[in-house]
């Protein structure tokens, strides 16, 4: 039977979080007979290819495909490209389904036809009891209606589905997006004109990743350099101002850039103030999305 919804998941070196993903993906309440997975491999070296061929072989509905590392887009895009469902449900390889998350997103799909809807996603606090509620902190904090229609701004590529035609249309991934961030709320931005983004909080899911404290400030910096990437795609008044390029913020930047004093402090003063930490990493965002610019400049 052909696969009416097809959950794409893009993987580079996840072997064990991985496995807890598929684990959760092949206990859903849809029937197989209905849903696939495909699962693109960006060139592991964890010994993640030898243990999914070993989930193909028990699941004849999951499908392994391995290529050259080209980054995060370029693994979407080949998972869409090979995808068999009129329905596209992108998730990662560290987000942990619910039992009711693939159905839930079809069934939106049988409601509301050519549409997009983005699931609810929770950060945990903590790995243990991690479906506790005292542990989950939603991506989306705003209150908003079940199937409410939301901003661009949300389409949030770990817990969302579309129809395969409207990606291919939109053109898909900007496989150039090769840095941490943006990739999707470019592709969501694009998507805007096509058709309108729902909010599906029935469709649940966890992020089954604890970002350490030590690497946010290197991840805020790459994502200031995917910034750019965006902008210059998009070089318009609203999109730099989403990507937080205002005179006041810019402002701030420059007075830190030009005191090494300055910097020094927050460095040192992040580590222990959850305010100078946001400070600093705001710093550090904007410092990449300008060096990154003064290179393609």
């Known amino acids: 039977m052909q696969p009416v919804i097809s959950v794409v998941i893009g993987t580079y070196n996840q072997r064990e979080v991985l496995q807890k993903v598929l684990d959760s993906l092949l206990d859903q309440t849809l029937s197989p007979d209905l849903y696939e997975i495909i699962v ?11 243990k999914m061929y070993e989930y193909a072989s028990q699941y004849p509905f999951l499908r392994y495909i391995r290529q ?3 980054g995060k887009a370029a693994a979407r895009n080949r998972g869409i490209q090979e995808a068999k ?3 596209i449900l992108i998730t990662d390889a560290d987000m942990i389904a619910n039992p009711e998350l693939v159905e839930e997103h079809l069934l939106f799909h049988n409601r509301h036809k050519n549409t997009m809807a983005e699931g609810l996603t929770y950060n945990l606090k903590s790995y243990d009891n991690f479906k506790e509620p005292s542990n989950l902190s939603p991506y989306i904090k705003e209150r908003i209606k079940p199937e409410q229609k939301i901003r661009w701004s949300y389409f949030l590529t770990g817990n969302i589905s579309l129809p395969k035609q409207l990606l291919i249309e939109a053109g898909m991934f900007d496989a150039s997006f090769k840095g941490y961030g943006w990739e999707d709320l470019e592709l969501g931005y694009r998507l805007k004109k096509k058709t309108p983004l729902y909010y599906l909080p029935s469709a649940i899911n966890y992020h089954y990743h ?3 404290e030590g690497d946010m400030a290197e991840r805020k910096y790459q994502t200031g350099q995917s910034a750019v990437l ?3 795609k998009h070089p318009n008044f609203e999109i730099k101002m989403f990507l937080g390029m205002n005179p ?3 402002a701030i930047y420059k007075i830190i850039n030009c005191s090494a004093w300055i910097q020094n402090m927050l460095k040192e003063y992040s580590k222990s103030d959850v305010c100078v930490r946001y400070v600093w990493e705001e710093y550090l965002y904007r410092k990449g999305f300008f060096e990154a610019l003064q290179k393609v400049c």
Request: net charge negative; charged share 25%.
């Open 40 to 50: 693109v491999d960006s060139s592991s070296s964890d010994g993640t290819e030898g």
């Open 68 to 70: 050259e590392n080209q």
């Open 85 to 87: 469902g009129e329905i």
């Open 210 to 212: 604890i970002v350490p």
């Open 230 to 232: 965006f902008y210059k």
């Open 248 to 250: 006041l913020a810019v």
